[in-house]
């Protein structure tokens, strides 16, 4: 099965079984979700678009309960570690495709924030689509994102927040790499839930990434650029 090459999404025909991983988690079913996510993967449905079209759906689902107060924090603690179990059978698939060095992509969770559900998936598809990426994790101090980036002479710095308290943070690292004259030599993406095009714009960073093909698409490009 491994060996079968993943399908083209069709719409019409996965919708079904995405749509039940979304319902799925967004019940809390941890055992329904990744029965749904093994389906998936049996019909060859590209794990892009299971996370895509199935579990980040479920995710949204399950942030718009807590925001009407149907859940808590427990039962967002609980989704991210039925989403965590997804990932374990996706990450093998999302990671296959590896094609050697683009470049090297330092990223993390800004902060003061602890989310990296899809910063682990933005990193994921980086490493599947050539890049070699240091994964700074969670909670990432503004001095740790420059030592880091000198260090490994980064060609991209990306950060991942997902509270509006957290995006600050942001514009600060971007300072700090201006302040110490390493601006110049990295292309700096931002992305996550809270963050959007006008604020990227407005921090000065050179991409922002709407999901983790986006973010892999985008700086792809800047290879193709530099030339
Ligand atoms: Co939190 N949380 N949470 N939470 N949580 C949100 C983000 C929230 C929107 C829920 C809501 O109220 N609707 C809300 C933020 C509101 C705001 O600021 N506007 C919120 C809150 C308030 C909180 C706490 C403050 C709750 C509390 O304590 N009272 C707290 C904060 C803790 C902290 O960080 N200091 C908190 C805690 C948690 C948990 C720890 C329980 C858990 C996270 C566990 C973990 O990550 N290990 C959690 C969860 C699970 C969520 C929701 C439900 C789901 C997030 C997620 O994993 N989504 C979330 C609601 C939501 O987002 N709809 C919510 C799925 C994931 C695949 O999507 O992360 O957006 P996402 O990543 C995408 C894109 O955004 C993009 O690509 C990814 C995939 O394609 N992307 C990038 C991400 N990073 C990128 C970087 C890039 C480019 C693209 O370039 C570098």
Redesign the pocket.
Known sequence: MENIPFKEFDKKMDNEILKNISLNLEALDLQGTIEGVKKALDERIPPFEI??NG??PG??K???K??RKEYF?SE??F??HI??GAMEFLDPQLKASKEGSLGTFL?G?VK????????N??SM?LTSGGFEVCDLG??VADEKFLQKAVEIKADFV?????????MPSMKSVMELFRNNGIREKVRI???????TQSFADEIGADY????????VRKARSCIVVKG
């Open positions: 996370v895509k579990l980040s995710m949204d399950i942030g718009e807590y925001e924090l967002l603690s989704a991210a989403m965590k990223i969770t003061g924030d602890l989310h990296d559900i899809g910063k998936i933005v598809m969670i909670d990306g950060m991942s927040s997902l509270l509006t308290t957290t993406f931002v992305g996550g839930a809270v963050v922002y990434a709407k999901d983790a093909m986006e973010c």
